[in-house]
């Protein structure tokens, strides 16, 4: 059985960071995209950064490049996601999700098969 769990999420001041973490487990394939998203209350979730675990080749939604960071720690089966600079607009709860390594549009959420609980993210002005 496949398990994501997020951790590391909180309320910050605006200009303050956080880490998110993800840790998977039960996952068969070695090779896969993994993806943060977030939805906001009345947004619709959107991805905000994505690694293809094989290659470490990663992507960021254009509201976060140079903010955002996403990495992984194969050993630990685990993705982050430094978060920088932070805003206000950036409160969300946020999610990770694992899919297989050939998603060809990692934007997508329904491109994704399993998904965390969440963490709340809150960024005070």
């Known amino acids: 059985q496949v398990q994501l769990v997020e951790s590391g999420g909180g309320s910050v001041q605006a200009g303050g960071s956080l880490r998110l973490s993800c840790a998977a487990s039960?996952?068969?394939?070695?090779?896969?995209?993994m993806g943060w998203f977030r939805q906001a209350p009345g947004k619709e979730r959107e991805a905000v950064a994505v690694i293809y675990t094989n290659s470490g080749s990663t992507f960021y939604a254009d509201s976060v490049k140079g903010r955002f960071t996403i990495s992984q720690d194969n050993a630990k089966n685990t993705v982050y996601l430094q978060m920088n600079s932070l805003k206000p607009e950036d409160t969300a709860m946020y999610y990770c999700a694992a899919g297989p390594a050939w998603i060809g549009y990692p934007w997508s959420w329904g491109e994704y098969n399993y998904w965390g609980q969440g963490t709340q993210v809150t960024v005070s002005s």
């Open positions: 039960g996952y068969t394939y070695s090779s896969k995209c």
